[in-house]
């Protein structure tokens, strides 16, 4: 009995959030805390959903012409500070290395807080003509900021995994297309694979990557009413190559600079997927990257366990075969219900329950995890009955997600208002906005709310003519919320 009630969740998602997401994360085995503050150890289950994650995105790049490569993890001091914007960045969040063994270096080794300054040398040496462009590299990665002062798994950590993809062009047109195309896929990946609806739009000036000359972002939206920065593409211009000579000669044997990209995705990801479709059973996945699509789940009593566990063996084995992830819980020192409540925990989107009346009946009942609703089948067609069942859960998912999207963007013509509709319903605020920074902080101090996307047409008119905050003429419209 003890041992049921330790599986369960305590916390509440509605009331103590924070809480509520630490334990879901442990309890259904997705990561556990570092001995070393701001860390965490990725557990196998959290790690097959990152790979699954993975493998979506690394498809699409291979698929747009990305190779994928591997770059060392420390970066000497002198090629961080060939590009001044990323120095000055990076440089509270950096951790050095000082010594290898007990001797001290000759010059300081950067932990990669992102990898720019070594891989665009290297560009650099490989790009020589025109006939070299695009080139496109890729590095699934780790990377350190010595800047988490709280740690929430896969959210905020001190090291965390990812992707960072360079590009380089030969000129600012297929540099943009290139920045888009990367958008689109990380959008694509939230819509089609998380069942997360995703807004799309650029980081203020004062917010954008260092050194960048546009940086788009993939805003999404959790329960909480705060929105996480799901993704982002960045247009360098030619700033990067002009630090790290990236030349080219074109089709008249002319000298040009390049134009390059970069773009990533990071674990962050998981924290979004996590705390937008969990609840207060625990994990919620959606089928597309659950470890487990289906457990089956045989009820029997004495007389009938074997013809009741063949059933189901024969039900997973089929399932199995057409590709479907399906897991037989037949385990004999566990009861059905503390079954049903450890697989609700862990996410396992659709659940499977034969007895001797699904035998004799020749059926089976399906149970989805994200509110229970419950149907019976035929057992003959069960690959397609699956099939259609998982659908309609990533369905459910996506609805739920989108109606919480739905009606959390409103509209404020002044600092009140802003702090009033954000301090009461959260999501979203878009507003008249100057464009300087200046304006943003009476916001962020009082309600620690902040600019969190303009939209990505420069000419799209401001939703009002003038600037919430100062009531100068407003140049863009701006998104406020609250943010992970």
Known sequence: MSGEQELGITESKEHSTGDWYAEVVQKAELASYAPMGG?????????????RLRDHLDGWFKDTGVRNAYFPLFIPESYLEREADVVEGFDPEVAWVTHGGYDELEERLAVRPTSESIITPFIAEWVRSHRDLPMRVNQWCSVVRWEATETKPFFRTKEFLWQEGHTAHADPEGARDETMTRLDQYERLYEEVMALPALKGRKPPHDKFPGAHTTTTIETLMPDGKSVQAATSHYLGTSFAEAFDITYADEDERERTAHTTSWGISWRAMGALIMAHSDDQGLVLPP???????VVVPIWQEDSEAEVVEYAADVAAELDEAGIRAHLDDRENRNPGFKYNEHELKGVPLRIEVGPNEVENGELTLVH?????NAVADRAGAVETVEEHLDTVYAKLYARAEATLEGEIRAAESREEILGTIGQHG??????????EGCEEPVKEAIAAEVVMVPLDRDEEPVH???AICGEDATETAYWARTY
């Not at 150890?41 to 790979?51: F, H, K, L």
């Not at 597309?288 to 289906?294: F, S, W």
């Not at 995890?369 to 609703?373: A, I, W, Y």
């Not at 999501?427 to 300087?436: E, S």
């Open 39 to 51: 860390f965490i150890v990725t557990r196998p289950r959290g790690y097959a959903i990152w790979e």
């Open 288 to 294: 597309t990257l659950a470890p487990e699509q289906v």
């Open 369 to 373: 995890r994200p509110d229970s609703e």
């Open 427 to 436: 999501g979203y605020v878009k507003t008249g906005w100057c464009g300087d």
């Open 465 to 467: 003519e003038e600037c």
